[in-house]
């Protein structure tokens, strides 16, 4: 028998923008084409895919509170982001 306790919903929203940002750090990081724009709590992605999970789930995040990216066909990518994809 297994006991859970209900989540607040500051903590599902909490989840919730880590895996959009998660889901963005994976298009940036594999180069797929898209725009992405990170404002605090906002997240938009237009473009991309959602990150593959399987064998192995993508570790990474985004380490800003706010940024812009553009990745072009042809692997190029204009990015307001400097840091890395790497989770802390």
């Known amino acids: 028998m297994t006991i859970t306790t ?4 500051a903590s599902i929203a909490q989840e919730a923008h880590a895996e959009k940002m998660r889901t963005i750090a994976y298009n940036m990081d594999l180069l797929f084409p898209g725009v992405y724009l990170w404002l605090g709590s906002i997240a938009i992605r237009l ?3 959602e990150p593959d999970d399987s064998p192995h789930r993508y570790p990474g995040t985004i380490d800003s509170r706010y940024g812009i990216a553009i990745v ?3 692997y190029r990518i204009l990015t307001s982001y400097k840091g890395s994809y790497d989770p802390r």
């Open 72 to 74: 072009l066909p042809g």
């Open 6 to 9: 209900p989540q607040s919903a």
């Open 47 to 49: 473009g991309g895919h």
